[in-house]
């Protein structure tokens, strides 16, 4: 605290006015209804300048909010309450899926996705808003410090042809300014206000009162993890990387669990690296490789090249690029995913790693090679598992959206917390075992009427209540993209993986689902045997199933806390018929092709009266849900 150097005028008034801006948006949602905004995907989303700067004065800000809002009030400064921007509706029906698992390097996709602002500007607060007077208390008691402020040159940074960009940028600066002033006249009555406070609870500084508020404790678990970043061997290779990065002064180590991933200290910042930005290293954490990874590599090197894989809710694409680099060229990824723009970064990502040919990134011309990716956009719950599309795909990868409590600390979730002065107890796993049942529904007791869940919630705080209700309705979308992952019938491999650490999303869906995945001929596999944390007993799953699965604690492993079953089978039934009739339909599909070409030559010829021969079509079209029962 104080160590961070004062920034030119300017400058820090810009860092100033993103950072309230950001706190207010934290402070306005609790956890259920943030989606999948965080201190990361806001503070590095698109747009924000001095990144690093205003990240480090949001979570200072928000680590000192429980002292800020006593002592601006002991102190007698006024404030009005933050005008939050309206978060735009999302298209998608069911808005409770926010998708808030992804790394940091997914950060902007998770912005852009979860709390972008409507057209409308807020109105101007008619006072100081609370969450800027917080951030400019900060620095002037606890940070790079506070000097009266003059006035301002607008930037230039903001135009538009109608002037409202600099129109706004003019109020948004005079508001920092008068605050500014404020705080600065106040500074006095601040510090000794902050003196009163800690005196009277014991505290020796504002870290020791920090941690005694509710949610504090958690403040101290939060865990530094290292950067990593996967070298795409579809555009190089380990060792040439090692080389590049090492002319840069950069040595990581190899990471010991997953093969191209490369370990930084904390930290490391990659965004703007000549590898990062070209696409021949991508920043993606450890466990979130670990799906891909127990997907595709068997003890038989080389089995996965040229396999059909199929990623079932992939946007931005992390792991769509893993798989695309598993099957190289010649195999083929399906990826699909219901949100247009998720959809589109996706896209952006597969083209800059080489996974998709014929695009351009950023007006240049990435890739002339071959498309192993396939974006498509839809929703996986309607792709009819027996489209002779999907005949060949043996593997499918499903990572749908979760509650992404596994990054939490990483997050920054436990400062929201903490600030917000809700309680927060970071082993608090169990407390989402979830009144889990078949099929995710929540049964109903005759006698009391009431839910499992409305039981289990009584006497619990609302936004403990509410986040159990939104994992209760993850859970059940998982279990049913579960069940609908395993009816592919050419599958012999399926993975299932979350970034959350309830047992809900994780080992009772599993448990929900093994029974049938059962009848379809799947058992569980051990999912990456080198590693070594294995799933929780006691949610439904046996010992050896719950080794079977895996995984990984953010506040005990060096990464973020994540979740993955495997699926096997050996003799996908039905998978040769499967395969037959789509060949039959593509021969057919060809020998009409043919047929019209002939007949347009035909009569280009003038050769009338002779009709050309079609194709049968290889068999009546496959009414959709008519597939055999153990499929379904
Ligand atoms: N696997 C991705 C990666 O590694 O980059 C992250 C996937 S994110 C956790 C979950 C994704 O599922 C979101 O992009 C969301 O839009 C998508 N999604 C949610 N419901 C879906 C559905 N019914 N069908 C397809 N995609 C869906």
């Known amino acids: 605290m104080g160590a961070r150097r004062a920034l030119p005028r300017g400058l820090s008034r810009v860092v100033w006015r993103q950072a309230a801006g950001v706190v207010a948006r934290l402070l306005d949602a609790d956890g259920s209804r943030r989606g999948g905004a965080s201190v990361k995907t806001l503070t590095l989303a698109p747009g924000v300048a001095?990144?690093?700067?205003?990240?480090?004065?949001?979570?200072?800000?928000?680590?000192?909010?429980?002292?800020?809002?006593?002592?601006?009030?002991?102190?007698?400064?006024?404030?009005?309450d933050d005008v939050v921007p309206n978060r735009r509706r999302r298209r998608d029906a069911d808005d409770d899926r926010d998708e808030t698992k992804d790394e940091d390097e997914d950060a902007e996709d998770d912005s852009e996705t979860d709390l972008e602002e409507t057209d409308e500007p807020p109105a101007a607060p008619t006072g100081v808003a609370r969450s800027l007077a917080y951030v400019l208390s900060y620095e002037a008691l606890f940070g790079a410090g506070l000097e009266p402020d003059g006035e301002a040159k607008p930037s230039t940074n903001h135009q538009s042809a109608d002037g409202s960009a600099e129109r706004n940028e003019k109020r948004d600066v005079a508001a920092v300014i008068a605050a500014t002033r404020l705080v600065v006249d106040a500074i006095g009555a601040l510090q000794k206000a902050v003196k009163k406070r800690l005196k009277s609870g014991n505290h020796k500084n504002a870290e020791q009162f920090m941690l005694a508020q509710p949610g504090g404790q958690a403040l101290a678990a939060v865990p530094t993890h290292s950067r990593y970043a996967r070298v795409n061997t579809l555009k190089t290779t380990l060792d040439a990387v090692e080389l590049f990065l090492a002319r840069g002064g950069l040595k990581p180590t190899r990471d010991e669990h997953v093969p191209d991933l490369l370990a930084f200290p904390p930290n490391t910042d990659l965004h703007d690296h000549p590898l990062v930005k070209d696409g021949r290293l991508i920043l993606q954490g450890k466990s979130s490789c670990f799906p891909a990874l127990a997907l595709l590599v068997r003890k038989e090197e080389g089995k996965e090249k040229g396999a059909h894989a199929l990623d079932a809710c992939a946007a931005p694409g992390n792991k769509t690029t893993h798989l695309a680099s598993l099957v190289g060229a010649d195999g083929k990824v399906f990826a699909f995913d219901a949100d247009a723009r998720r959809l589109k970064r996706l896209t952006a990502n597969c083209l800059l790693a080489g996974a998709m040919a014929g695009g351009k990134h950023k007006g240049e011309h990435v890739n002339a090679g071959k498309s192993i990716v396939a974006a498509l956009r839809g929703d996986f719950l309607q792709v009819d598992p027996f489209d002779p599309k999907y005949a060949r795909v043996k593997c499918v990868l499903l990572d749908p959206s979760c509650s992404g409590s596994g990054t939490a600390a990483t997050r920054g979730d436990y400062l929201i917390a903490a600030a917000r002065g809700e309680a927060v107890d970071v082993g608090a796993v169990a407390e989402f075992g979830g009144a889990h049942t078949e099929g995710g529904e929540q049964k109903k007791s005759k006698k009391s009427k009431k839910t499992t869940e409305e039981t289990a919630n009584q006497d619990v705080p609302p936004h403990v209540a509410d986040a159990r209700a939104r994992v209760a309705s993850l859970a059940a979308f998982q279990t049913e993209a579960l069940r609908h992952a395993l009816s592919f019938p050419s599958a012999e491999r399926v993975s299932y993986?979350?970034?959350?650490?309830?047992?809900?999303?994780?080992?009772?869906?599993?448990?929900?689902?093994?029974?049938?995945?059962?009848?379809?001929?799947?058992?569980?596999?051990?999912?990456?045997?080198?590693?070594?944390?294995?799933?929780?007993?006691?949610h439904g799953l046996t010992d050896r199933e719950s080794n079977a699965v895996l995984r990984a604690d953010q506040f005990l492993d060096d990464c973020e806390g994540f979740f993955v079953a495997v699926f096997v089978r050996k003799t996908p039934l039905g998978a040769k018929k499967a395969i037959a009739r789509a060949d039959k339909l593509a021969a057919a599909a060809l020998e009409e092709i043919e047929a019209k070409r002939l007949a347009k030559r035909m009569k280009q010829n003038g050769s009338e009266g002779v009709r050309p021969v079609y194709g049968n079509g290889g068999g009546k079209k496959r009414k959709k849900g008519a597939g055999g029962a153990l499929f379904r």
């Open 497 to 538: 993986s979350t970034c959350s650490v309830y047992p809900a999303e994780n080992e009772r869906v599993v448990a929900a689902v093994l029974p049938d995945a059962m009848k379809l001929g799947y058992t569980l596999e051990k999912a990456l045997p080198s590693w070594p944390r294995r799933g929780l007993v006691g």
């Open 50 to 80: 001095a990144k690093k700067v205003t990240h480090a004065v949001v979570c200072e800000t928000l680590k000192h909010v429980p002292l800020l809002k006593l002592v601006l009030d002991d102190a007698g400064v006024s404030l009005v």
